[in-house]
Structures are given as C-alpha cells and as structure tokens.
C-alpha cells in the first residue's frame, strides 16, 4: 500500500530531519516496515530549503511556507503539494500534526481520488480557540474522513462527535531510547545530587498548566522532607519564579532527557482540567512509564486513562493531598506496575491493519 503522509515540520518544536522522534517519525517508520511504501511531505516555516531525501526506507520531501523562502505565496506550495501527489499516487493521504494537515488530507484526496486519514494526539481546535472558519474546516475533514485515529478514547469520541464511523485509538508511547537505567549514574552524568529526594518536572512551564500548584506543594514536602529538591526542565515563562531550593535546567537536549527522566524519584505530570487538559496525553508520561519511574499526574480524564490506577493520580489543587501521595511515591521506593507498556510498532501495526480495512 502507498502512504503519503502530510506534517509540519518541526512538530512541538523538534526538527524531524534532523531531531527524529514520537509519532510523527515511528508511525510511519514501523508502517514502512510493515511493509508500506511510506513518503512524508514535511512543511516548514523557516528557511529551509527545499529538499528529497530517501532517509529510513522512506522517502521525505521538505516544503516551505516561509516568507523568506517562498515569499508565503500558498498557490505555489498547493501546486507543488499537488505535483508530489501525483508523482507518489498514494492510495492513503494521513494528515498529521495539527488542524492544517487534516484539511489539507481531505483537499489533496479529494483532488486526487484517493482515500484520507487524519491522526490527532491533542485537541488542535484548542490550540486556536478564536478561529471559528478554520474549526468549521476541521470538522468538515473530520466528517468525511475515511478514517480517524487519536491518542486516546476521549480524544476519540470528541473527534468521531459527526461521524458516521467511530474513530478509533492509537495510543501514544515513548520512543525507544526510554527504558530504566541507574538512577545514581544518570544523576552523576547530569550533575545532579545523589544524597537528595528529586521531584522532576519535564515540559512547558507556564501558569496555565497550573505549574503554581507544584510549587506550593513542593513548599510543603520540603517543610516534612527538607532532604527533597525540585528539578525542573523546559521552556519556561518569564515572568514565573521558581522556587527556592529548586534547580531549573532550562531546555534539555534530546540525548539528555532519557537520563534526566531516570534522575527522578517521582515525576510531577501537572495538567489543568481545560478544552486542552482534558484530551492531552503527555508524552513524559509514557516516558516514565517506559523507564519505570513513580509518577503522580493530574487527575484529568486522558491522564487517568493512560495511568488507570487512581493512587497515581491527584488534584493538584488540593495542594495538601497532592504533597502527600507525592511524599508516600518518595517514602516507599518502590518499582511501579503501569497498565499501559507498549511500543511504536506495536502502534503502527495496528494502524496498519485499520488502513487495510477501512
């Protein structure tokens, strides 16, 4: 089966060129081994320049929308989307990504009489939540789309809210290169303390995930555990303080976050219940699963979900329970036992079997 699959670039800011990762690169990696002739046109917004590579047994192509490059002129990105389509004849168009590429997939496949699919991991319309027309766009795809694929079942039923056909759910996971390791010799290599208590926290820190909650509860672990630090990683708001006591180690490069990840004695996963929060599926999570390191997650409906244990899951809010469970994660030292272990490839077959039914 040919597979043409249409994403920005440098989707949640990772060049996948050059930064390979998640599930934007290992869906269509496993599909190739699945035995799929997989292509990517990759969109980007800054000045690269057009590029064709075979890289992976897939066959990447690199278009730009940069007003630098192609002076943001749309006609001429559509008509060269338009000659790759006709060059690849796919029989499937997968819009990854975000809103844009979903829409995209039904217009080439439309133009193209081929059959569209549109994956989601997030609720993209929460994403713009002022862009009515292009809302409208989305779900028109969404409609008709021969097939929809989502993180998870809340996603999916938002997604499916029109159609006459469910969507249907390919989980997230961690990439490869996440698994356990020595927590001492990942803190020695990172210049982290041995002899502390290390709450992590690993991703965007901005209020309105509710990062304020954190650190009002890390205020009262260090009143019982004064032993206890909070290492925290990832794009952060200017205007936010951290804590005193804390350690912020800024963005982390990519090799570094599996041993970052396995530093920690509990990882902080901190959502707020929203038109995001509610369908967001972190991929730290699934990291830590992967490496099986403690976790205590807001208690949003994906989050519980992927975790399906409560005692891993709480109301930052209540800032007094939530110190709590994570002290007792601290305390009992124990290897814990997620529901959910599984694999890009195992995603990608049963993607695969989807595409072959639908």
Not at 193 to 211: E, N, T, V, W
């Amino acid at each position: 089966m040919k597979i043409l699959c249409l994403c920005k670039r440098r989707p949640q800011g990772r060049d996948l060129l050059t930064r390979p990762y998640g599930r934007f690169y290992h869906i269509p990696l496993f599909l190739s081994q699945e035995g799929h002739n997989v292509s990517i046109i990759l969109t980007s917004y800054k000045n690269d320049t057009r590029e064709r590579i075979k890289k992976d047994g897939i066959t990447w192509y690199s278009e730009n929308l940069s007003p630098q490059i192609c002076n943001f002129n749309p006609i001429r990105y559509w008509n060269r989307l338009n000659n790759i389509v006709k060059e690849e004849k796919p029989d499937w168009i997968i819009g990854f990504s975000d809103i844009w590429y979903g829409i995209l997939a039904q217009k080439l496949s439309e133009k193209h009489n081929c059959k569209y699919m549109i994956d989601a991991y997030d609720n993209y319309e929460s994403y713009i939540p002022w862009a009515k027309p292009i809302h409208l766009l989305w779900r028109r795809a969404l409609k008709y789309a021969d097939l929809v694929t989502a993180a998870g079942p809340g996603l999916a039923d938002l997604l499916g809210k029109n159609r006459s056909k469910p969507a249907e759910i390919i989980p997230m996971t961690a990439d490869p290169c996440f698994f356990p390791r020595d927590k001492q010799k990942c803190r020695t290599d990172l210049g982290l303390p041995l002899d502390k208590h290390i709450i992590g926290y690993s991703g965007s820190i901005y209020q309105s995930r509710g990062i304020e909650d954190l650190f009002s509860i890390y205020q009262i672990i260090k009143e019982r555990l004064p032993n206890t630090i909070l290492v925290l990683s990832g794009r952060k708001d200017k205007n936010i303080n951290t804590p005193d006591g804390s350690i912020y180690l800024g963005y982390i490069e990519d090799d570094k976050m599996p041993k970052l990840i396995n530093c920690y004695d509990v990882l902080a996963v901190v959502n707020q219940p929203s038109s995001f929060g509610d369908y967001s599926y972190p991929s730290k999570l699934y990291e830590a699963i992967a490496s099986d390191v403690p976790i205590i997650a807001s208690d949003t409906p994906s989050i519980k979900w992927i975790l399906q244990k409560d005692s891993y899951t709480v109301d930052f809010t209540d800032t007094n329970s939530a110190a709590l469970k994570i002290e007792n994660a601290i305390l009992s030292n124990n290897h814990p036992k997620y529901a959910q272990k599984i694999s890009w490839k195992q995603s990608a077959k049963a993607l695969s079997k989807l595409l072959n039914r639908s």
